[in-house]
């Protein structure tokens, strides 16, 4: 999921640069269906949350400021499900409360300043560790940026989902099952070919 967004950036990019004596025609007509498939990913929030919080691509896939601002707005805002209520407390509870003389010889453990999901996503965006494994990542970082760690929990796993390959596979498994012997490969090959294009005929 991550990938689509700075992939369909890539594609129009390589197309936009491309200049060809014979196939002018072919480059234009590729760079109008990529928009017609694609172009709505850059407005759909799940898409640009799971680009902006893979380490490999962050906002890198972004040139003007303008766009980098309104992306970290849509970040910010399905960021806003994953911040406690104590997030945004008033300053008097931000200090630290003085111990009685009492438990004055325990050693008290310096508090934790509690950061704002905007804190964490500029901090998220400046920090050069990038790593190869995005779930990785935000496993080792949870600690540092919770709120964006609970986020990408959300945007960059793969739910498990029925596909239409698996209606191919039963559908090989009912013709086997049938008649095994009087199929040859190369007509069940034709015969799935058919079933799993079957629209496009």
Not at 51 to 59: C, E
Not at 70 to 79: M, N, S
């Given at each position: 999921v991550s990938m689509c967004i700075p992939s369909y950036v890539g594609l129009k990019t390589h197309l936009s640069t491309t200049t060809t004596q014979y196939c002018s025609s072919l480059v234009a007509t590729?760079?109008?269906?990529?928009?017609?498939?694609?172009?709505?990913?850059?407005?759909?929030?799940?898409?640009?949350?799971?680009?902006?919080?893979?380490?490999?691509?962050?906002?890198?896939?972004?040139?003007?400021?303008?766009?980098?601002?309104?992306?970290?707005?849509?970040?910010?805002?399905?960021?806003?499900?994953?911040?406690?209520?104590?997030?945004?407390?008033?300053?008097?509870?931000?200090?630290?409360?003085?111990?009685s003389k009492l438990f004055s010889f325990l050693t008290t453990e310096p508090t934790k300043k509690i950061t704002t999901p905007m804190q964490e996503l500029e901090s998220y965006l400046k920090d050069e560790h990038s790593g190869d494994n995005p779930v990785e990542f935000w496993r080792i970082r949870s600690s540092i940026y919770p709120v964006l760690s609970n986020l990408s929990r959300c945007v960059l796993t793969i739910p498990v989902t029925h596909t239409p390959l698996q209606d191919v596979f039963d559908y090989a498994s009912k013709i086997i099952h049938t008649d095994p012997f009087h199929f040859l490969p190369e007509h069940l090959e034709t015969l799935l070919f058919l079933k799993a294009n079957s629209q496009l005929l």
């Open positions: 590729l760079s109008l269906s990529l928009d017609k498939h694609l172009k709505d990913v850059l407005h759909n929030s799940i898409y640009v949350c799971a680009a902006v919080l893979d380490p490999r691509f962050k906002l890198t896939w972004c040139k003007a400021e303008s766009e980098m601002d309104t992306y970290k707005k849509i970040v910010l805002k399905d960021a806003e499900q994953f911040t406690p209520p104590h997030s945004h407390t008033s300053k008097a509870f931000d200090q630290p409360l003085t111990p």
